[in-house]
């Protein structure tokens, strides 16, 4: 089995893209005024960003011989996310609210990076990429504010 670092890394990278989906779900859902659909489509987007990059860290852990935890109380425990709030938002208020739970993500992901890359090369890299497509994402949503 693999160093329990880069498992727990992995783990926490899981929590972090899985409560990133649903918190951009919930913006999407409630976000209401101007650019309504422009942000209604780019939350769409990183959304499936974050789901593909959830995918393939899960499959990394089981690969290296642990077992991936997706269940909704181990999210809501090991995510750093921050909780986005019951009922509307507004456009201008989800664009950097977006943006900081994106880039907090990433910058958690980042925080592991080196360390990982040290036990396990190939954990390393699927990290690295998932950091990459985050940070564009954030700056794309910081961008549009």
Known sequence: MAEKMVVD???RTLCDLIDLSLVCK????NIQGPRFRELHLALDEVVDLAREQYDEVAERIATIGAFPDGRADTVSK???VDNPGEGP???DDAYPATARA?????DRIKS???KVDDQDSLSGDIL????IALEQQAWFFRASA
């Open 112 to 114: 592991d990076l080196d």
């Open 26 to 29: 919930q913006y999407h859902w």
């Open 102 to 106: 994106i880039q907090k993500v990433a």
């Open 78 to 80: 090991g995510s750093a």
């Open 89 to 91: 938002i507004a456009v």
């Open 128 to 131: 690295r990429a998932a950091a």
């Open 9 to 11: 890394a992995l783990q």
